[in-house]
């Protein structure tokens, strides 16, 4: 068994190495990503349910993203509190940065209103991935 985890933990050091960080760097990346999850829980956990959206509010289309006739989707990853506020939101795949549109879709998404989700049938946080989608008409 430590041969296994010495191997893991050598492959992960030169993962972080050929990706051009530093192993401690690379461990204090996933550190982040659970500070952001916090003790949220995964949709895809066993006697988790979704929460449901009640409330939603259409981001903003920027006049410059439309002169830029950017069209498409921005995915967030949002921590839904046991009642149902938005706690936290990050970009997980970004459509636009530069014109504002990315940070249009956490506004509004801030704004959202959710049934809270459950763990074992009690009201519990739960990481989301949420999509909002920009087309021009």
Do not use: C
């Amino acid at each position: 068994m430590q041969t296994r985890t010495a191997a893991l933990a050598a492959g992960t050091a030169l993962m972080a190495v050929l990706l051009g960080v530093t192993p401690a760097a690379w461990q204090q990346a996933g550190q982040e990503t659970d500070a952001f999850v916090g003790g949220a829980h995964r949709i895809t956990e066993a006697d988790v349910v979704a929460p449901v959206l009640v409330k939603q509010h259409a981001p903003r289309y920027t006049s410059e993203a439309m002169r830029a006739k950017i069209q498409g989707v921005v995915i967030v990853e949002a921590v839904i509190a046991a009642d149902g506020a938005v706690a936290r939101t990050r970009i997980k795949e970004s459509l636009d940065a530069e014109y504002g549109l990315d940070a249009n879709a956490l506004e509004a998404i801030h704004q959202w209103e959710f049934k809270p989700g459950t763990y074992k049938s009690d009201p519990a946080a739960i990481l989301v991935e949420l999509k909002i989608e920009y087309r021009l008409h």
